[in-house]
């Protein structure tokens, strides 16, 4: 008795188990990025047409993503403002490629609650969350308001002088 007791304890949890499964599978699943997103994984973004001090939103993992063609000014500009003035503190060689410290890429997300940024605007000639007031700087750095970060600066490499490779 207790053989055939065990075998249909055995083929019952058996039966539960790979029923557990085929109803979990599904969910699971569903939480894998969508095919949209993955193929957007990195992007390749052509400079030539950026005029110096122009701006461009481009779109990186479903996410706007600034690249900011920078003046000479603006440079200089990022780059003399003291460390002790910044709640998140980064150089500017921290936040651009050497070689290259004209192009400015940053996810174009507010750092508090997600909102999008207007670029050459605020107090810091830089950029502008209007949703809740965030100021950030020429280099994308928290200068002003409730932001607790600097935008995010994605990986992003060099193709060569003219394309980079976001991602």
Same mark, same amino acid.
């Given at each position: 008795?207790?053989?055939?007791?065990?075998?249909? #304890?055995?083929?019952?949890?058996? !039966?539960?188990?790979? /029923? $557990?499964? &085929?109803?979990? @599978?599904?969910?699971?699943? *569903?939480?894998?990025?969508?095919?949209?997103?993955?193929?957007?994984?990195?992007?390749? #973004?052509?400079?030539?047409?950026?005029?110096?001090g122009q701006v461009i939103k481009?779109? @990186?993992? %479903?996410?706007?993503v600034f690249v900011k063609?920078?003046?000479? +000014?603006?440079?200089?500009?990022?780059? $003399?403002?003291? !460390? &002790?003035?910044?709640?998140?503190?980064?150089?500017?060689?921290?936040?651009?490629?050497? %070689?290259?410290?004209? @192009?400015?890429?940053? #996810?174009? #997300?507010?750092?508090?609650?997600?909102?999008?940024?207007?670029?050459?605007?605020?107090?810091?000639?830089?950029?502008?969350?209007?949703?809740? %007031? *965030?100021?950030?700087? &020429?280099?994308?750095?928290?200068? +002003?308001?409730?932001?607790?970060?600097? !935008?995010?600066?994605?990986?992003?490499?060099?193709?060569?002088?003219? +394309?980079?490779?976001? /991602?």
């Amino acid at each position: 008795m207790t053989n055939r007791r065990d075998f249909i #304890v055995l083929t019952a949890s058996a !039966l539960t188990t790979v /029923g $557990a499964a &085929s109803f979990m @599978w599904p969910m699971i699943d *569903s939480m894998n990025p969508a095919a949209d997103v993955l193929a957007m994984a990195s992007t390749e #973004v052509d400079l030539t047409p950026i005029k110096e001090g122009q701006v461009i939103k481009v779109v @990186w993992r %479903g996410k706007p993503v600034f690249v900011k063609h920078r003046t000479q +000014k603006e440079i200089d500009e990022a780059k $003399a403002v003291p !460390l &002790s003035e910044l709640r998140d503190p980064e150089t500017d060689e921290q936040r651009t490629k050497p %070689g290259h410290e004209q @192009w400015l890429i940053m #996810v174009a #997300v507010c750092t508090h609650l997600g909102c999008i940024p207007i670029a050459d605007a605020g107090d810091y000639d830089g950029y502008f969350c209007p949703c809740h %007031g *965030s100021h950030y700087d &020429s280099a994308g750095r928290i200068r +002003k308001g409730p932001a607790p970060l600097n !935008l995010i600066v994605p990986g992003y490499t060099f193709i060569n002088d003219n +394309k980079i490779n976001i /991602g």
